[in-house]
Structure formats: C-alpha cells, structure tokens
C-alpha cells in the first residue's frame, strides 16, 4: 500500500524543546517538502528536498531543520529557536519538483 | 515575488447552490493545480490544467485555465455537504516548488 505516512497524529511538547516530526514515503518520489498550516494562513513551505543529502530552504524555515538521508525519509525538527510552533504540519512528495504533490495525514504539534 | 490569490478566502452556500473559486497569478503559468482539503484531512489532488482555455470536468465540478495561463476557476454545481472543504489552486514556482493560494474554504449548510 504505497503512500507516505506522518507520525504521531498529534503531539504535545513542552515550551524549550526539540521535537522531531516523521515522514516516510514508498512512493519512490525524489522530492519531498514540509508546510506549515495556520487558520487561514494556507499552506507555508518550510524546507524541501529534490534529492537524497540535498535540500534547501522555503519561506519560513527559521527555527526548523531537515535532514535527508534516505530517499524515503524527510524528518523535520521543530526546535526551540521556533517562537511560535503550534500548528499543523504536513509533508508531501512528488516525482521531481513542480509536479503534483501528494501529502501525508499530518502531525498536529501543540507546544505547552 | 511570484503570488498566487485566491478568491473568496470563505464561502458558506446553502446545500443546492452553486460556489466558485477563483486563482490568479501575477505571472504566466505553465500549469495550475487544484486541491481539495477536507475539515481535519490533508490536501488532496484534484486536477491539473496545461493549456490555455483548457476546461475540465469531474461530475458537478468544473475546472477552467485562462486564455492568457495567468487565472483559473474551480466551480461547483449543485453543492452537496460532501463539498466541505478548503480548495487550493497551487501553480509552478521560479524557485524551487509550487506556490499554493491560501485557499477558499466552504460551508454547506443542509
């Protein structure tokens, strides 16, 4: 069953600290992106990846990082330098840059 | 930069009446995407249009691509609660992936 999961659903981290968001796909696809989604804010992109061990900066990428060491696997770190982390994230992957993008279900992070 | 509007950011339509979204680009694109996010869900692809004037269809909607490839619409015949959701049109970025519209979200009261 091909597809791109996100893990957890939800999660809940204390102000001041690292959080790392999963995603995976089997899909095969070379890029990845992450966005952030506020309430009427659309859709932001944060980082993405065209391929393995590259990937570079999007439009709101202070207080976030990336890695990419696997085709298959883009995580995210939300970390403290982020002011205002609560939102909803959502990761997605196409075939090569600009085609249509297909997402994960989403982590919904809440920073107390 | 490159920007992708959206209009209306909300519509609320009585169950039966028809919505339409509208997108517009500042520059000429070479194709526009359609999404469709439910209330909780992620976004899901809808459609692609390449040509210019390029129409569209998937049942009650209707998908149109501007003659001069700088605007495009997503209309809705007969809404059903089924339709609930935020639309985004979304069009090839200079830089690095596509813009996204901040969508138009929709109401339908039964």
């Known amino acids: 069953d091909g597809g791109i999961t996100q893990s957890p659903k939800y999660l809940f981290r204390k102000e001041g600290q690292n959080v790392t968001l999963s995603c995976e796909q089997n899909l095969n696809h070379d890029a990845m992106y992450w966005y952030r989604q506020d309430p009427g804010q659309g859709l932001r992109l944060i980082y993405y990846s065209q391929i393995v061990n590259d990937f570079q900066k999007g439009d709101i990428a202070e207080g976030y990082s990336v890695s990419r060491e696997k085709k298959e696997s883009f995580p995210l770190t939300v970390t403290s330098a982020q002011k205002n982390p609560t939102a909803f994230y959502l990761c997605a992957s196409s075939t090569s840059r600009q085609d249509t993008q297909y997402f994960g279900p989403g982590t919904r992070l809440t920073v107390l | 930069g490159q920007q992708v509007m959206q209009i209306p950011q909300y519509q609320h339509v009585q169950e039966g009446e028809d919505f339409t979204t509208y997108c517009n680009s500042s520059t000429t694109l070479s194709n526009i995407q359609w999404y469709k996010q439910r209330p909780g869900g992620h976004p899901v692809f809808l459609i692609q249009?390449?040509?210019?004037?390029e129409v569209k269809k998937q049942k009650r909607l209707t998908f149109q691509f501007g003659e001069a490839k700088k605007n495009s619409s997503l209309h809705i015949t007969a809404t059903q609660t089924t339709d609930v959701g935020t639309y985004f049109c979304a069009g090839p970025s200079s830089g690095y992936a596509l813009n996204f519209g901040k969508g138009t979200s929709l109401l339908v009261t039964p």
């Open positions: 249009l390449v040509k210019s004037g």
